[in-house]
Structure formats: structure tokens, C-alpha cells
């Protein structure tokens, strides 16, 4: 384990994370992580520079992390784990392999599935381009899940810190101080106190998508595109090697804001271009990002350092 760089609130390690975390330097850490939020290597068929695998030494490999990870959260702390969805080498079938890995990391720590989010890009490549570009006997693939675990039933957290705007439709309600309340089909009663308080914003669904794709859906507009280009774009700039797969800052904000408060601790595990220790920074929160790669860990430093 060395140490990348540090900042006023964070450190950047390099190093394999089941190493680093078994360190005794980090023994200090143990029960202080709020949120620990990743991206580890999907289980895709074609092999990436930073390394993934598939079908059940995938299961094996993620859930191997699941009792090393919980000993470092807090008694309320919060686990949040992208996964991409993977597809059976020569076949237009999706592999399952995400879904056991994820249920397997699960049952080795007894952890608890607090709530499974969908990160929509409308705006992806058409892919696995063989069944859906080449054939045509699929549609393209257009979003990754995002699991929250805990290892309580009730973790730390506020969905008042994450409200959208109200719609303008509800905007206007709001202003006419008038609601049809009452029973609905579905009989359900909607009381009209309640549903006409104005609580500063709508509570965001569990839909995370771009900005341009609102309109079209209830859901949480999240960004994906300009902060991987200003990324890129520097490193480029820097002759620095940049990490192919970056995370959107808006998902990653979404889930610290939701899921922490100020000066907590968020840890990533696989820390990559190290989206996760950026956007904590600039939210006031105390990090720990862990990269296996020396290139892409000090990469991730023009994330924090000024634009020239």
C-alpha cells in the first residue's frame, strides 16, 4: 500500500483492496466508514484494461469483499454497489451473473437490501452491438442497477437532502391552495392537508437518469457526460492516463447526500478515477479512495488539483 496523494479531506491509496483494507495501518478505520460507495468491474464478456470476470468466479470474487467492507461501516452506515449488466459469450441472452453476485455479497455479510435503484442512460451506445446493431434481434442496453445495502434494517438516512423541483403542474396546485382528495381506483385515500403541504420539493424516485430524459419520465435527472469529458480532456491534456469507465458526479452526489452528513467518512473500495473522493470533498465529507492501478490513482489527482 502507498499512498497516491492526500487532500483536506481525503487520501487516495494504491493497492489491492483486500490487501490495504487487511493492513493493520488501517485498523484505525474500522466502524468509521458511513458510506461506502463503488463501482467495481462489471462481469462483462469482453475483457477490460482494469480487469473483470465473469459467471461465478465473479459471485466468488465480489462477495469475498462483503465482511471485509462491513467491518469498516458505522452500526448506521450504508453499502452502495453499481453493477452493469453482463451477456452470455455467442449468445443474445443477458448473464445473471450480477444478480448472484450481488445476492451472494449479501448473504455472506447478512446484510440488508434497503433499496435497488436504476441508473437510466437513454444516451448509450447501442449495445451488445452483435444482437442489437448487427442482427437487430435485441434493443440496446441502457442502464446499470445500483443496490443500498446496510447491515441494519434502518441506516442513516434523509430523502429530504435529495428533493426535486416540484413540477410546474404541482407548482401551480400549490398556488391554488386547491387538490381533488379522496378515494382513488386503486383505493387509496389521498387526504388534501397532506397532499397540499409544500415540503420544498418532490421526494425523487428510485429512476436515475440524465437531465434530457425528465420530461420523457418521473425520474431523477442524473448527469453522465460532461464531467467524464472534462476528465478525459485534462488527462489527455497531462499526457496522464485516464480510466475508462468514470462514474457520473450526479449519481455519485445523489447517494452522499442521501445516505451521510457533513465531515462523515465515504470510502471506495475501487476508486478508479476517484469521482467517489471529488464529489465528497466538495460536499464537506471526509474520504478514503483505494486503486489498484498507480496510473489511474494519480490520474484521479486533476480531479483536485486547479485547471490551468
Same mark, same amino acid.
Given at each position: 500500500m502507498t499512498l497516491a496523494y492526500k487532500t483536506a479531506c481525503g487520501q487516495m491509496l494504491v493497492g489491492n483492496c483486500e490487501e490495504v483494507l487487511g493492513s493493520s495501518r488501517m485498523a484505525a478505520w474500522k466502524n468509521k466508514v458511513q458510506l461506502i460507495f463503488t463501482s467495481p468491474p462489471f462481469p462483462l464478456t469482453r475483457e477490460k484494461k482494469y480487469g473483470n470476470l465473469t459467471g461465478q468466479p465473479y459471485s466468488e470474487w465480489l462477495s469475498g469483499f462483503a465482511k471485509l467492507w462491513t467491518e469498516f461501516l458505522t452500526p448506521d452506515g450504508s453499502i452502495v454497489i453499481e453493477v452493469g449488466?453482463?451477456?452470455?459469450?455467442?449468445?443474445?441472452?443477458?448473464?445473471?451473473?450480477?444478480?448472484?453476485?450481488?445476492?451472494?455479497?449479501?448473504?455472506?455479510?447478512?446484510?440488508?437490501?434497503?433499496?435497488?435503484?436504476?441508473?437510466?442512460?437513454?444516451?448509450?451506445?447501442?449495445?451488445?452491438?452483435?444482437?442489437?446493431?448487427?442482427?437487430?434481434?435485441?434493443?440496446?442496453?441502457?442502464?446499470?442497477?445500483?443496490?443500498?445495502?446496510?447491515?441494519?434494517?434502518?441506516?442513516?438516512?434523509?430523502?429530504?437532502?435529495?428533493?426535486?423541483?416540484? $413540477?410546474?403542474?404541482?407548482?401551480?396546485?400549490? &398556488?391554488?391552495?386547491?387538490? /381533488? !382528495? *379522496?378515494?382513488? @381506483? $386503486?383505493?387509496?385515500?389521498?387526504?388534501?392537508? &397532506?397532499?397540499?403541504?409544500? /415540503? !420544498? *420539493?418532490?421526494? @425523487?424516485?428510485?429512476?436515475?437518469?440524465?437531465?434530457?430524459?425528465?420530461?420523457?419520465?418521473?425520474?431523477?435527472?442524473?448527469?453522465?457526460?460532461?464531467?467524464?469529458?472534462?476528465?478525459?480532456?485534462?488527462?489527455?491534456?497531462?499526457?496522464?492516463?485516464?480510466?475508462?469507465?468514470v462514474m457520473p458526479e450526479s449519481l455519485v452526489e445523489f447517494f452522499i447526500k442521501f445516505l451521510t452528513d457533513e465531515h462523515d467518512m465515504v470510502m471506495d473500495p475501487f476508486a478508479g478515477s476517484n469521482t467517489t473522493g471529488a464529489i465528497a470533498e466538495k460536499l464537506n465529507r471526509r474520504w478514503i479512495g483505494i486503486e489498484a492501478s498507480e496510473d489511474y490513482a494519480g490520474s484521479s489527482w486533476l480531479r483536485f488539483a486547479p485547471a490551468a
Open positions: 449488466n453482463g451477456w452470455n459469450r455467442g449468445f443474445p441472452t443477458m448473464s445473471t451473473a450480477g444478480i448472484k453476485a450481488l445476492l451472494a455479497f449479501q448473504e455472506a455479510a447478512n446484510l440488508h437490501l434497503c433499496q435497488e435503484f436504476i441508473c437510466f442512460n437513454p444516451a448509450r451506445l447501442p449495445s451488445p452491438a452483435e444482437w442489437v446493431t448487427v442482427r437487430r434481434v435485441r434493443v440496446k442496453d441502457a442502464f446499470t442497477r445500483v443496490w443500498w445495502l446496510s447491515s441494519t434494517p434502518n441506516p442513516k438516512a434523509d430523502n429530504r437532502k435529495v428533493l426535486t423541483e416540484y $413540477s410546474q403542474s404541482m407548482q401551480k396546485m400549490l &398556488t391554488r391552495g386547491t387538490y /381533488n !382528495g *379522496g378515494n382513488r @381506483p $386503486s383505493e387509496h385515500r389521498v387526504g388534501h392537508e &397532506t397532499f397540499m403541504a409544500n /415540503n !420544498g *420539493g418532490s421526494i @425523487p424516485p428510485n429512476v436515475l437518469t440524465p437531465p434530457n430524459s425528465k420530461e420523457l419520465l418521473d425520474v431523477l435527472p442524473i448527469a453522465n457526460t460532461s464531467s467524464r469529458r472534462a476528465y478525459h480532456l485534462r488527462c489527455k491534456a497531462e499526457g496522464l492516463t485516464a480510466h475508462p469507465a
